[in-house]
């Protein structure tokens, strides 16, 4: 589990850290880690972060003896990495085919319900990449009404679908080839940010056998986004129809240099982060609600 505050990370909410902030009378963290304690398939936790902050979380939970704290680095794919290769020093040494689930601290909507679904649903497929998403009729729940605040979210517009990363990965890191790209990614991931969307443009084209192709599709994808926010349903079914789910996953397949896919989860409260002061605002109004909390 990634819980650093350094790097591209945002602060929200006046918290040392944002997996500290509290939402139902619990931190994210503390949500984080009671659901990945809840599946069976999850037999060791590693949590990175900065560890002075978060032990006191970590340590009073019911399944702390599974649950490994780690001091974080400068970046997330460094969290990431230090998590992972901690893992193989004390599980083993290096193995191709050893596989993690790799998740944020920050999803105050995660459940253990989620997480088995998007397992059982990654073992149905041949993948060394697993990049979880939800559909969104999924989502329009957490969408603001004529009265009340809520959540709108940016998605991938496929031929198929649209769909919105629901920040779940189940990953063979050994065999993707170009693990370096996965920072870049996380570094531009706020789309919004004009610099960030020809950041990502540039990285695209300068890869090799798939630059232009890359870049054709993210460029659709980007134009059928705009059609979304605007409502300009015509639009956006125009670029999406030239972006099937197929397509996509070839490209991220090239660019990673592994097998990479989509796989789907149908509840899509794991789809659900807090990176700003609107959406914390917008789940702490509409809590009960979106929880099913009482």
């Not at 459940?111 to 989502?139: H, K, T």
């Not at 015509?234 to 990673?256: G, Q, T």
Request: glycine residues 8%.
């Amino acid at each position: 589990m990634l819980a650093g505050d350094r790097g591209a990370a945002r602060p929200v909410g006046g918290a040392a850290s944002k997996s500290l902030l509290c939402i139902g009378g619990k931190s994210l963290l503390e949500r984080g880690l009671l659901a990945l304690s809840q599946v069976a398939a999850v037999r060791r936790i590693v949590v990175v972060g900065p560890a002075d902050l978060l032990h006191p979380v970590t340590s009073a939970l019911p399944a702390a003896p599974r649950i490994e704290l780690l001091e974080q680095t400068e970046t997330a794919y460094g969290n990431f990495w230090r998590g992972f290769t901690h893992l193989e020093r004390s599980g083993g040494g290096e193995r191709a085919d050893r596989q993690v689930l790799v998740l944020g601290a920050d999803m105050p909507l995660i459940s253990a319900q989620e997480i088995n679904e998007f397992l059982d649903n990654c073992a149905a497929r041949e993948l060394d990449y697993c990049v979880g998403m939800s559909a969104e009729p999924a989502l329009q729940r957490f969408y603001p009404t004529s009265t009340l605040p809520g959540i709108h979210m940016r998605y991938l517009h496929l031929a198929e679908a649209s769909l919105r990363l629901n920040n779940l990965h189940l990953v063979r890191p050994r065999r993707v080839a170009n693990r370096d790209y996965i920072d870049d990614v996380y570094r531009f991931r706020y789309q919004r940010d004009v610099g960030n969307m020809l950041r990502t443009a540039r990285d695209l084209l300068r890869q090799p056998g798939v630059g232009w192709r890359a870049l054709r599709l993210y460029l659709m994808l980007q134009l059928a986004e705009l059609g979304h926010q605007l409502n300009w349903q015509r639009w956006c079914r125009f670029f999406r129809r030239r972006v099937p789910l197929a397509a996509v996953e070839a490209i991220a397949s090239a660019v990673l240099q592994t097998r990479a896919g989509i796989v789907q989860t149908r509840q899509g409260g794991c789809a659900i982060d807090i990176d700003n002061e609107q959406d914390y605002a917008a789940l702490q109004a509409r809590w009960e609600e979106f929880s099913g909390e009482r």
